[in-house]
């Protein structure tokens, strides 16, 4: 599944892919719902390839999460 983060005051939004399963998808709901609470101080995601990913919860603007096989726009129109 693919995931983009916005963060306050930077030009750019985090884009990453992760394994698309329920559980998975379940679980990182949930954590985004804690570190958005202020349960934690920040936000970790592991990406499809293993890398680990700290984003301050204090600047996160928001959070989608998107199904990796979602129709991809590629060219000019619609």
Known sequence: MDIRIGVTQAPR???LE???DSA???ALKRDV?????G???VLWITD???REVAIPTAKIAYV????ADADRR?????
């Open 24 to 26: 998975k998808r379940d």
């Open 33 to 37: 719902e804690a570190a958005l609470k």
């Open 13 to 15: 939004e985090i884009n």
């Open 74 to 78: 590629i060219g000019f129109g619609g």
């Open 64 to 67: 989608e999460i998107g199904s």
């Open 18 to 20: 992760v394994d698309d």
């Open 39 to 41: 349960e934690s101080g």
């Open 48 to 50: 499809k390839k293993g």
